[in-house]
């Protein structure tokens, strides 16, 4: 297929595809898919070679948040019956980090539901970070506090923080249709402040909210063009008790053209499968591993993950490993230019809304339909037909930070 070759010529060279281009990969067939994922994962060899990044979720701070994003089920309104708890304490979250660490993650994404931190919180959690660095060499720390107010992401950086997620999430033209309490621009401009800061930026988006192929191309050319290090690649876990939790529209195969998709635009940004990696990509996850190099170990922030031993079983089925503390995640290149302006995330040294909320990076789900208005599915024409809903593969976390119970790291 012309549209392959010249999209992975295109991606070796880190030159971006037009946007028909982007689009044509979402609108390729079943039967193509097979060579959509061999061409991407040629891409994805060609920057980050076999190796797999495992990253771990620790909520620090678990629902009751004010704001309306439709499809968090930590939102303002939520009936879904998730943890909810305030802060971790520093000991507490560097022992949750721990068992992350142990099960073979190099990322920590200290993660915490809310519009933003306030001076105190960002106190609190500059001092779990040193206690997590103190506690674990090389480990990279990523925080997802929501938006930032000015000399915040100065402050995380001083305490250690290598990376701050906050993901656009979709469109600038539907973002309105999914939250109301906060737009589109906050979003890109604390990823611009983590930016300046010297953080390594990641920012990524959530798929099967009812968008549009043209809104799915629109979010990741504008990520392409905030240039974060990272980008968790969220599909909607439609929870009960949110406002998108019909919202059953994904199958494997359109997963991983979307993740194609994602690697052939952004095709030297470390690409992590986020949440609903297991509800949506099912059977068919370890093909995913050859378009993006990054995914999370064990659970998400509300909801339960696959057992880290079957995350870790399933990278070497596949023929990747997975990569170690000493391993410089980004190409030369990147790390060069987070060198120059301060952060050397990608490497070891050095998390959205919330990574993974979807939103909040474990993509969790937030939402009641009682609050929010209209949401993305109304506004625009679905993408996909609706599939079968797989509630029996939505479990709510009930294990690991926040509980008396061992993670499953
Ligand atoms: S995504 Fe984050 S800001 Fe939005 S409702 Fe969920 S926890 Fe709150």
């Not at 067939?29 to 070679?49: E, I, N, Q, T």
């Not at 019956?81 to 142990?102: F, R, V």
């Not at 925080?143 to 992401?153: H, K, N, T, V």
Request: proline share 4%.
């Amino acid at each position: 297929m012309d549209l392959l070759k010249t999209l992975v010529d295109k991606g070796l060279r880190c030159e971006l595809p037009t946007r028909e281009e982007a689009l044509a990969v979402l609108a390729t067939s079943d039967d193509d898919v097979l060579d959509v994922v061999a061409a991407a994962g040629k891409v994805r060899r060609h920057w980050f070679g076999r190796r797999v990044k495992l990253n771990y979720l620790v909520n620090l701070k678990s629902g009751l948040c004010p704001e309306d994003c439709s499809y968090c089920s930590q939102r303002l309104g939520s009936k879904a019956g998730i943890l909810k708890y305030t802060w971790l304490k520093p000991d507490e979250a560097s022992d949750a980090a721990a068992a992350g660490l142990a099960g073979g993650a190099k990322r920590v994404c200290l993660v915490a539901s809310g519009r933003g931190p306030t001076d105190r919180d960002v106190e609190r959690v500059s001092e779990t970070i040193k206690t997590i660095k103190e506690q674990n060499e090389h480990v990279e720390v990523c925080a997802c506090l929501g938006l930032l107010s000015d000399g915040q992401a100065e402050r995380l950086r001083e305490a250690g923080a290598d990376a701050y997620n906050h993901n656009l999430n979709t469109s600038e033209s539907t973002y309105g249709d999914i939250t109301t309490t906060h737009t589109y621009a906050d979003r890109v401009d604390t990823v611009n402040k983590a930016h300046a800061a010297g953080l390594s930026a990641c920012s990524g988006l959530i798929a099967g909210m009812g968008e549009s192929d043209e809104d799915l191309v629109d979010v990741v050319f504008s990520l392409r063009e905030l240039d974060p290090d990272s980008v968790p690649v969220n599909f909607l876990i439609p929870f009960e008790g949110t406002p998108l939790a019909k919202e059953w529209n994904l199958t494997p195969q359109r997963c991983l053209r979307i993740l194609a998709m994602v690697r052939f635009v952004c095709p030297d940004a470390e690409v992590r499968i986020a949440g609903g990696r297991e509800v949506h990509l099912r059977t068919m996850q370890p093909l995913a591993l050859h378009l993006a190099n990054s995914i999370f170990l064990g659970d998400y922030l509300t909801s339960e993950g696959q057992a880290g031993k079957a995350d870790l079983e399933m990278v070497a089925d596949a023929g990747f490993e997975v990569e170690g503390a000493g391993e410089v995640t980004l190409p030369e290149h990147r790390v060069r230019a987070a060198g120059g302006r301060g952060s050397v995330c990608g490497t070891h040294e050095g998390c959205g809304s919330h990574e993974g909320c979807g939103a909040h990076e474990g993509a969790q789900v937030c939402g009641t339909a009682d609050t929010c208005g209209t949401s993305a599915a109304q506004a625009a024409p679905a993408a996909s037909p609706a599939q079968e809903a797989r509630t029996d593969l939505v479990a709510v976390r009930r294990r690991g930070a926040g509980t008396d119970l061992a993670p499953n790291a």
